[in-house]
């Protein structure tokens, strides 16, 4: 992977407006606003035509700005709204995440962004203009936009073959003799041996003169050094660190650029110079490369990141395949009947699924007091979870885990406060090893430490990245006792490298912090005993020590000491209240789960017809196919029906050799995209033209 900060001197504006397009009866130029009345309605909706008498009426009054927003949802029905904007149903599901219900219908009418009403009843639509008018500044929006220009500083330091854990690694020293002195370009020379995470904060490292400051950072990952052992939270915690610089001139913080690539491309075997090329490992190595892109990608995507997502053009100019793009087929139904020791999975690999699932029982209540939670594997990675309950409302709650895990720990925070303290862990002194990209720790001295009752749990170890003599402490969680000198833990180990009997501290148990938290601002969950669910996250600069962190926000309840669920790791959505109400009485509905590429959906039906989609969120997820696993706290019958999947493809190369060689050598040579070798290579025409295309920054 590379960090990169491209040289250049750019203009660009200081600020930017978006302009969204709608269609709109305007009032009368003078007229004293009052409300903002928007009506989101459908030609397919038989209750909309009195509500479109009553925004035309509205209409006339000066005081009053009527807009009428067609929405597209219920075009599935035959009917194709003709004026129908897709703009307009993401606005109206806007309003409703922002107000944290499901009110998304027709005819519904939005008074001043606030309040919504049935647009057919024009006594309701006065009332809500009424009581809106009452809070403050619902109709007073100032605005204030300086345009000038600004000189964008953008330099090249280029680190080639490192992690996201190394490029935050506080240890990772720079010094004169290193490869990137020699070679990037900035500031020379550096007045001493430097950390690389001072470049982020300040390009001239020579002593002389001001600081230079990068107002955009480009973190280029080729996929070859991430891989299956990605550290998901360094990530964040590079992103975070890149982020929190501060900026004297406004133009603040630093922007981030997120890439994707495909290493197994670029290395070309040849037999002497005269030609020919093969693709290395053309049916494997891609596949976890795709690994970390993808949680590359839909993390750019849900936190509104730049991304340069390459591995699609690549494997599509290389092997005929896009893994962004899906070909689902439809599979039979089955029944899981997974127990709190036992998961139950899918028997079809695939990078995406859909299907309705049903839970045999008296009632939706009585499902959901028997399997307490149900959490749906959505990659490879054992935390990559959807993850849904009952909540103390009656009303289903919603959470997306990218990674981490919930283990009972002993907790204690004072309601008010944002200091959370974790109870005691136990340490083991061990010689053990593990290898990279391997989910196994053994000990070769010390036998003994693990046993059965050690599952789930925490387990602090040294399996992150290695500068100098020292490894990064990094959250693991133990999957399976083999013996009591091997373990299985969730995820691969984080350093990418061989451990060989290095004399190390594990520390096993509930939860506990670790440095790196304090950057990546690590997701906390704390399940409370009376069903309160209490999202909230470690603050910047906010770990203390392995038992303390400062949160981001205040405990709504205060612990003592008391052992609850508490989830440490990433939520790509926090959990929420999604307003449905499943039948807690006469019978079980249906539920319908969708996961599509960087989205899920979910929507629910008291029988089995007509399922709404009622929930649309951008999610978190690693790459690659993967067996969806379902997990509950209890044992439950889960009926999946109208399953749909996505084919798993085999890699096999499109491209011929002379289409892809590279220059000519007996060994292995790196042809990249074409450059040096054949000028008409696919992949130059399909990947390196269209990337350069659009490398002018200035235009946005």
Sequence with gaps: MTAMMAYNLISRWSGALGVCAIVAIIRPAHAEPRAVVELFTSQGCSSCPPADKIIGELAKDPSVIALSMPIDYWDYLGWKDTLADSRFTARQKAYSRARGDRGVYTPQVVVNGAAHVIGSDREKIEGAIDTTRKGDGVMSVPVSMTVSGKQINVYNIGIGGQTYSSLWNPNSIITANSNPAQYWVVPKPFAAPTQYTKFYANINQTGVGPAIVPDLVVIMDNGGNDTYCMDGLAMHALINLIRHVPH?????????????????????????????VMLPDALTRPWFHEWSAGLIRTTARSQNYGCYDMLPMITRACYGFDPTRRALRQVPSVTLTPTPSKPASLAYQCRDFSGWFQFPADNDAAAWAQMQQLDIQISLNPGNRVMLRLGPNGNLWLGQSALGYTVPTVCTVNAGSNTITLGPSVDYQVIYNTRGNWAQVW?????????????????????????????????????????????????????????????????????????????????????????????????????????????????????????????????????????????????????????????????????????PMTIDRPIEKFGQEFNPVFY???????????????DVMPFAASCTAWEMRGIGDTYWTYAQGGVGGHTGSRIRVEVIDPLLAFQNLSTG
């Design 443 to 611: 000990l070769t001295s010390n036998t003994g430490v693990f046993t059965p009752n050690m599952v789930g749990k925490c387990m602090i170890a040294p399996t992150g990245d290695q500068a100098g003599p020292t490894y990064l402490m990094q959250r693991n969680y133990i999957r399976q006792v083999m013996d009591i000198n091997n373990a299985l833990i969730f995820e691969r180990t984080f350093a990418n490298q061989t451990i060989d009997s290095k004399n190390m501290t594990l520390t096993i148990g509930g939860q506990r912090f670790i440095p790196m938290d304090g950057n990546s601002m690590t997701d906390i969950v704390i399940f409370y005993p009376n069903g309160t669910i209490f999202n909230t996250q470690v603050a910047y600069n906010g770990y203390t020590s392995a038992s303390q962190a400062t949160m981001v926000d205040v405990a709504p309840q205060s612990l003592t000491g008391q052992t609850v669920p508490v989830f440490l790791g990433r939520m790509g959505i926090k959990w929420f209240d999604t307003g449905i109400t499943p039948n807690i009485a006469s019978n079980t509905g249906t539920y319908e789960i969708d996961i599509n590429r960087g989205n899920m959906m979910l929507g629910y039906h008291p029988s089995s017809v007509l399922i």
């Design 248 to 276: 004297n001139d406004s133009f603040g913080p630093t922007d981030v650029c997120l890439q994707t690539d495909l290493l197994c491309v670029i290395p070309a075997r040849t037999s002497g110079a005269a030609g020919g």
């Design 632 to 646: 509950t706290q209890g044992t439950q019958q889960i009926i999946c029906s109208n399953l749909w999947v996505d």
